[in-house]
């Protein structure tokens, strides 16, 4: 049975959602993203546009502003929604390797 879309979400899509707490557009997400995790993770263009068009059509982000080929983006209540169930999951996944490991287990 294929995943429902949007159930869980990888980490790009993660701190994509992330910048959207703020309207930014395309290339401040390309910049804000390596920059928040300290370059371990990066978007590419085409994924990042990509992403971007499945968020808006999912309604967990929405156009502000159109200024030529640049478009603005903010995040919805659904968004943030979908934001809080992903950061209760990795919690809940580290608490998990946790109690398994201890407080210094190592990966």
């Not at 557009?25 to 994924?47: N, Q």
Request: one cysteine or more; proline letters at 2%.
């Amino acid at each position: 049975m294929p995943r429902a879309k949007f159930q869980t979400l990888t980490e790009q899509m993660f701190y994509i959602l992330l910048c959207l707490r703020e309207e930014c557009c395309g290339t401040d997400i390309l910049d804000r993203v390596p920059a928040v995790t300290l370059g371990r993770v990066s978007v590419g263009s085409g994924t990042l546009y990509n992403l971007l068009e499945q968020f808006v059509e999912a309604g967990m982000i929405r156009e502000t502003r159109v200024e030529g080929r640049r478009r603005s983006y903010l995040l919805t209540e659904f968004g943030r929604e979908t934001l809080r169930k992903e950061y209760r999951r990795i919690r809940a996944q580290a608490e998990d390797y946790r109690l398994a490991f201890g407080e210094e287990g190592t990966a």
